[in-house]
């Protein structure tokens, strides 16, 4: 009976690096970057913006790195329902204005080559978000109904 419980923790234990090893490979097979296309996120952090169809993002949270920021940073994409851009223009003033050209943060590295093709940006300053410890900006694609977003400390 001893005999049986030495060997099958014996077992056990081999088994535990082979399942490290499995997950190590799992984890550089997808790298260091991660990119999100869950919606609910963005729906709490940009309630204006209603309902949305489609996402791509990032966070400054999703890479490991060494020194963690205290400030959540999340940068992406996401597509408006139908109707929506519509909405928004019939209630704030908009301009033509587009973010800068490329991403500046590291983490935002996935998020290059992504969103429409040849965007017509516009932007209104009544729908962004500026405090202390928190801001918010967003740029629309009237052709696309997509929306271009950066936002530190997004959930207040």
């Known amino acids: 009976m001893e005999r049986r419980k030495v060997v ?3 077992v056990a234990l081999a088994a535990v ?3 490290w090893a499995l997950r190590s ?3 550089e097979a997808e790298g260091d970057w991660h990119t999100d296309t869950d919606t609910a996120p963005l729906e709490r952090a940009f309630p204006l913006l209603g309902p949305l169809t489609d996402a ?3 966070s400054s949270r999703d890479n490991d790195r060494d020194i963690p920021s205290p400030e959540l940073v999340i940068s992406g994409f996401v597509r ?9 223009a ?3 003033t908009f301009v033509s204005e587009g973010p800068a050209e490329g991403f500046s943060s590291w983490f935002e590295q996935p998020l290059e080559g992504e969103g ?3 965007p017509r940006w516009v932007r209104s300053h009544e729908l962004d978000r500026d405090g202390s410890n928190y801001s918010t900006n967003l740029w629309f694609d009237r052709r696309s109904d997509t929306v271009r977003f950066w936002a530190r400390n ?3």
């Open 80 to 88: 408006l329902a139908p109707g929506k851009l519509v909405e928004l």
């Open 17 to 19: 690096p082979a399942v």
């Open 8 to 10: 099958g923790i014996g």
């Open 25 to 27: 490979v799992a984890n």
């Open 116 to 118: 429409p093709k040849n």
């Open 90 to 92: 019939a209630a704030h």
């Open 56 to 58: 791509k993002w990032v």
């Open 154 to 156: 997004p959930y207040g």
